[in-house]
């Protein structure tokens, strides 16, 4: 007897083939796990994501807090840009991969044409831009959800960021296939830093020049309303999109890619990128300038006014909701005068120097007209010692232009009102002198003309602001018409205020 054992055969699957577009795929991402591990990719990815987080989270100043977004979204244009130059020397790097260990012969032979690996790397600069744009998205979003936020922002600003990564990754894709050599790429960074310089310098700073350049940064910290920016933002979104197409397919035609949708695309990404430069460089218009000179010489025609009290704020629209923190100083500081001052109704009007643009920054001239007060557009920090120190000169002095003037002691009353109010007098008053001392003479920072402060006045505000603040605002208002008479010396002050009469006293002012 015997058994026949029988077997089945397990059938064996056939393999599947993967399409081009799919090994595209595959090599992109290979690509781009390849430059994470890149050392200048990964620190810089790390220093830009890591120093944006830490500016959100431990702002340096106090005006942080109350951010102006149409410049928010300019400062998002800096953070990417050691990002994108690494990108550029380590997408070249990859892109000359084969050629540098000498394989380039039998990949040649493989499947994938050169024109797909090249688009292959193409790719794997994208996951780079988009992970620029969400921290570029995230620092706005935290900066526009701050209570003290004002203004408008930009998309097409907070796109220059995104779009530079992608263009310095582009172009080294672009540079490994026109020069394929792995000392190219410093040359080229070097060489690139050095055309935009010296086209602009050349140029004058011509604004078809300028906006050449991939991000395009301003010579003033100035802050303007929205709609006097200026800046031809869209344009050059454009006309970054244009270049980083055209670079792109640029780089693909050079690998080998003849179709016509190709070629067609090209020719569509020349006419973006042109379309955008031609339109970016018009510069100011005429209406543009009108509008800036009106807003600086001319603020009551474009602004909007809010009682608080007894007082008026007068602001362009998008600073309006500030006009309560300007209201709370003008209240500290008349609560603690005398006199026809501690009722006074003042003017508080917001100014701006737009007429020269965002190339430079200028002073305000001073107010003749009483009970007047200037603020300017940046609030928090040491902003508001400086705005209480010009509330508080006006209501002494009677307008900005006579306080300016003030050498004598009326200056001892003016600055204990400034200060005796705040949370850190002293660290306000080291605040709001320029060279942040707390002895000696200083000059003294307002939003229009600077106050000087001499030694002995300097000595005198000191005692006082560390005496109880009842004692010396009692002494204020009882003595209010000497303290504010313009014959008031120091020492007198120091006599009617309860403090020691210091060394020089009965000097009015240091020379």
């Given at each position: 007897m015997s058994a026949v054992l029988e077997?089945?055969?397990?059938?064996?699957?056939?393999?599947?083939?993967?399409?081009?577009?799919?090994?595209?795929?595959?090599?992109?991402?290979?690509?781009?796990?390849?430059?994470?591990?890149?050392?200048?990719?990964?620190?810089?990815?790390?220093?830009?994501?890591?120093?944006?987080?830490?500016?959100?989270?431990?702002?340096?100043?106090?005006?942080?807090?109350y951010p102006a977004l149409q410049d928010v979204d300019r400062a998002t244009q800096s953070g990417p840009m050691l990002l994108g130059i690494a990108l550029f020397v380590c997408v070249n790097r990859a892109a000359l991969r084969d050629r540098r260990r000498g394989t380039d012969r039998q990949v040649d032979v493989a499947p994938m044409e050169p024109w797909r690996r090249t688009l292959a790397h193409l790719l794997s600069v994208v996951p780079f831009g988009v992970l620029t744009a969400l921290v570029v998205i995230g620092e706005f979003t935290?900066?526009?959800?701050?209570?003290?936020?004002?203004?408008?922002?930009?998309?097409?600003?907070?796109?220059?960021?995104?779009?530079?990564?992608?263009?310095?990754?582009?172009?080294?894709?672009?540079?490994?296939?026109?020069?394929?050599?792995?000392?190219?790429?410093?040359?080229?960074?070097?060489?690139?830093f050095a055309t935009f310089l010296f086209l602009s310098a050349g140029t004058g700073e011509a604004a078809w020049s300028r906006w050449l350049s991939p991000v395009v940064s301003e010579n003033s910290g100035d802050t303007f309303p929205s709609d006097l920016i200026g800046r031809p933002a869209a344009w050059h979104a454009l006309y970054l999109t244009g270049l980083v197409l055209l670079v792109a397919l640029g780089a693909v035609l050079a690998a080998g890619g003849r179709s016509r949708a190709l070629k067609a695309g090209l020719a569509g990404a020349l006419a973006l990128t042109l379309a955008g430069a031609v339109a970016q460089s018009g510069g100011v218009s005429p209406q543009l300038q009108a509008a800036r000179e009106r807003a600086s010489v001319s603020p009551e025609k474009e602004q909007t006014c809010v009682r608080h009290e007894t007082s008026t704020y007068c602001a362009f629209p998008e600073w309006t909701p500030r006009a309560a923190s300007w209201a709370k100083v003008v209240h500290e500081v008349q609560g603690l005068a005398g006199g026809t001052a501690h009722t006074q109704p003042l003017l508080v009007r917001q100014r701006i120097e737009a007429r020269y643009g965002l190339d430079s920054s200028s002073a305000f001239e001073p107010s003749g007209d009483p009970h007047r007060v200037t603020v300017g557009v940046d609030w928090?920090?040491?902003?508001?010692?400086?705005?209480?120190?010009?509330?508080a000169s006006v209501l002494v002095a009677g307008n900005e232009k006579t306080a300016g003037k003030m050498c004598d002691g009326r200056l001892v009353t003016v600055m204990w009102l400034a200060l005796a109010w705040q949370d850190d007098p002293m660290q306000s008053l080291r605040d709001v002198r320029l060279d942040d001392s707390l002895s000696g003479s200083a000059i003294v920072l307002s939003p229009t003309d600077p106050l000087s402060m001499t030694a002995a006045q300097t000595d005198v505000v000191r005692e006082l602001l560390g005496k109880p603040r009842g004692a010396v605002e009692a002494a204020v208002k009882a003595h209010w018409a000497q303290l504010t008479a313009p014959t008031v010396t120091t020492a007198d002050a120091a006599r009617l205020l309860g403090a020691a009469v210091p060394k020089g006293g009965e000097e009015k002012c240091e020379n």
């Open positions: 077997t089945t055969a397990t059938p064996v699957a056939a393999p599947q083939r993967r399409t081009p577009w799919a090994a595209v795929i595959e090599l992109a991402r290979f690509e781009v796990r390849q430059q994470l591990w890149f050392l200048p990719v990964f620190a810089t990815l790390l220093l830009y994501v890591g120093w944006t987080g830490w500016r959100l989270l431990f702002p340096a100043d106090g005006m942080d807090a935290w900066q526009a959800l701050r209570p003290g936020a004002v203004g408008h922002g930009s998309p097409a600003e907070l796109a220059v960021g995104p779009l530079y990564v992608l263009l310095c990754g582009t172009l080294g894709v672009l540079g490994a296939r026109l020069i394929p050599s792995s000392f190219a790429a410093p040359l080229l960074v070097v060489g690139f928090g920090g040491n902003r508001v010692p400086e705005f209480s120190a010009a509330v």
